[in-house]
């Protein structure tokens, strides 16, 4: 880790850190040096996931009554401090086109992926960062700023987040930087229904010629939140293999939009 990237002493909260995107993130904040705070559901995985990388964690629903609140007091109680804020945890639920959709798993979907990230960063300005100073990264994705196949809920919600990123960008400036990272389709449980039944088709449809693995989105938050990036708030970084560019590099199909076309089974 070079030293433009350093986090010794810093305290970071993690959300969805027990696997995924999250584990590798809240490894590569400790790697770098930072005191992290994990939270997830399952209390078991939360347990065994601070106990690996040497900090703390808190089990919980993201979306829930007074999590925000307990996260940051612990973290606060534990470090003395709350520096940076990553808001990983998400739900891609509900699936379908949107005339189908459940009301109350809409809202479900806007709890978790849009209010549950303001909540946590509302607890942290108030708890330190709004004296200390500190980075939020929320991670939205490369499909927030277009339409897929039944994934309306999941991009609407992302789309929300996406502006939240630069609303809180400008309103908390200059103490807080506030950016978010896009990841395109990435090696986790979440997406496994897209890439797993044939990732060398998959692959093939993206410029750089693999699906992105979890580190390839720690690595850009890291940045972000370091001093390498001070000069850097309200930016969306796009994580994602050239997902965006395809059309321009290759005439493969574009494998992902059949696979959620399918859906995930379950």
């Not at 010794?8 to 992290?36: D, H, K, S, Y």
């Not at 996931?49 to 007091?73: F, K, S, W, Y």
């Not at 809202?107 to 992926?113: C, I, M, P, Y």
């Not at 927030?144 to 309103?171: D, I, M, R, S």
């Amino acid at each position: 880790m070079t030293s433009s990237c350093a986090l010794n002493g810093r305290a970071a909260v993690v959300t969805g850190a027990t696997r995924g995107i999250g584990r590798a993130v809240a490894e590569a904040l400790t790697a770098a040096g930072a005191l992290v705070c994990v939270t997830a559901r399952d209390a078991a995985e939360v347990r065994r996931t601070a106990a690996e990388l040497g900090g703390i964690g808190l089990a919980g629903d993201v979306a829930g009554p007074g999590h925000p609140e307990a996260l940051t007091e612990l973290a606060l109680r534990a470090f003395g401090r709350l520096d940076i804020v990553v808001n990983n945890a998400a739900t891609n639920r509900p699936y379908g086109p949107l005339m189908d959709t459940d009301p109350d798993a809409w809202r479900e979907a806007f709890a978790v992926n849009v209010e549950a990230p303001l909540r946590l960063v509302r607890c942290a300005w108030r708890g330190w960062m709004r004296e200390h100073g500190g980075a939020v990264v929320n991670v939205c994705t490369e499909g927030a700023t277009h339409p897929g196949p039944n994934v309306g809920a999941y991009g609407t919600t992302k789309a929300a987040l996406l502006h939240l990123t630069g609303q809180l960008a400008g309103e908390l400036a200059p103490r807080v930087r506030v950016n978010s990272v896009s990841p395109g389709l990435v090696r986790t449980e979440m997406a496994r229904f897209v890439w797993e039944p044939g990732e060398a088709e998959v692959a093939a449809g993206l410029p750089l010629g693999r699906i992105g693995e979890p580190q390839d989105v720690a690595r850009a938050v890291v940045w972000l939140v370091s001093d390498a990036a001070e000069w850097v708030t309200g930016a969306d970084l796009l994580v994602d293999g050239g997902t965006r560019v395809r059309a321009a590099s290759t005439a493969v199909p574009y494998a992902v939009h059949q696979r959620l076309r399918g859906g995930p089974g379950v």
